[in-house]
């Protein structure tokens, strides 16, 4: 695999419906997957707002082969592949792997808090020594506000000069932009996602290469607007519609409100459905969040039917 | 099965020891558990402190057959079967029950933070539903520092009272002594397990059953002594006594000075390995540690050989 092959673009963690028996929903996630894909969108399946954590690695498994047998593309597929026991990781990154994804996310173990660089160093070291395989390409999952393990700007730096070519690019979902121009100022080149699209237009001008958001679940083809017309005239513009939708939608939990909205505009009431701990939002956020949706032009084209 | 069957005293958080491949090392993991059967000590294995977050689904489960297979104890074993998906809970859970343990201890879901107590409520609900067994026997596992995902009194009361003869204690590693206060004052006859030594005697003096403590893996009689002996006369002093030790060995990381401590006390090196994200002692803490326990008179009767 050549470095001509290293992931961009928008990518959305597929959010992953759920039958009333709360085993995931299959033909519902394809068809998911198959809207989100027509509009250029990539696949980071089993992400924080896929509820990834809440499935077994079993469960994980079965919805890939399932994607895989649809057709679905996975060169555009970036899975989470990153668990608290580097045993499931390495489980989870062979099998991503042998289905030819373009790269997995991966998480640190995030049970244990405090842990030392030199642990979380040992942890990616490990996985990458199990898998032992060339074609490995790895973007680090940088989450402090949900897994409460950082990564920070040395580790990063560490692992990449040990796996060249392997630990190829990560996923800022911190929100931070300081350490977003950080990142790229030292490691120039470096596979950086930006964590939502708020950052897309920053990102790009700091020589990232796109971002992994929620909200590209329900706004992919805005997203991708900017992705493409990142250096054209009214991309500041195109940054502002962006900014407008994620507003509406951060109001909220993210993942209840991103299956509210996919349920009410594909008029399909099984998509709101949450697996525990996460619940539903309650009807009358769900209506707030609908009707200042509705009332800046909102849509999304194609998800019914 | 009678309250009276209902599980007491005191239980390690078994420490899991590795071998070089970083695979669990069975067979000192059998010795170490029948050291501490020995000494009146349940076993709290796949807890925090024996790296059971670092350990697959399918590891614990061999590992406890193992511990079976060897004759040890089940009802004074109460696994840890708490992980972030339902799935990996139940299927843990119905193969412990199938062992005949005296109880489980149940971790919330632990990625997803800021989650509601409805959801986490949903989350206990489903797993007994799915286990679906009156033998059952929940201890909710209370630790909002490292797991970032507390259990409120009102959650527990909830729960206790939705799920009378199942969910019928917890440890509490919270170290809050207002927290131990006003769930024993709300719930006389809850099986409260303080989550460490330091509060066993002022548990026992509000009610509650006994500790379960990471101590307990290189101090148990110590600490058995103070569970039986508690109304004595000289049951401060005997807390004094324990609080010391466990001064000395709280200085470090919990897990790497377990490990050190029965390294050296058992003369056997292959004892202080981790499995990442958790790495060893360094070696000058590690001295200071053991000459700390080696000056108030520690010692480990039995360990070796």
Known sequence: M??????????????TPFAPDLTPDAQRYAKHCRWLQDQNCGLAVFGTNSEANSLSV??????????????????RMMPGTGCCSIVDSVTLTQHALAHGVGGV??????YYKDVSDEG???????????VGDDGLRIYLYHFPQMSQVPLGIELVGRLREAFPGI???MKDSSGDRGNLEAVLSAFPGFGYFAGNETL????MRAGGVGCISATANVNPKAIDGLFQNWQADNADSLQSSLNETRAAVQQFPLVPALKKII??????GEWNRLRPPLVELAEADGNKLIAELDAIGFEMQGIRG
Do not use: W
Not at 105 to 110: C, E, T
Not at 120 to 130: N, Q
Not at 263 to 268: E, G, L, P, Q, T
């Open 58 to 75: 079993g469960e994980r498994m079965q919805l890939l082969d399932m994607l895989i047998d649809n057709g679905l593309d996975p060169k």
């Open 105 to 110: 996310l991966m998480l640190p173990p995030f």
């Open 120 to 130: 979380l160093y040992r942890t990616f070291a490990e996985i990458i020594e199990r």
């Open 2 to 15: 050549s470095s001509n092959d290293l992931m961009s673009g928008v990518l959305a963690p597929v959010v």
């Open 200 to 203: 897309l237009l920053a990102n």
């Open 263 to 268: 349920s009410h505009y594909a008029a399909d």
């Open 167 to 169: 630990v190829v690019g």
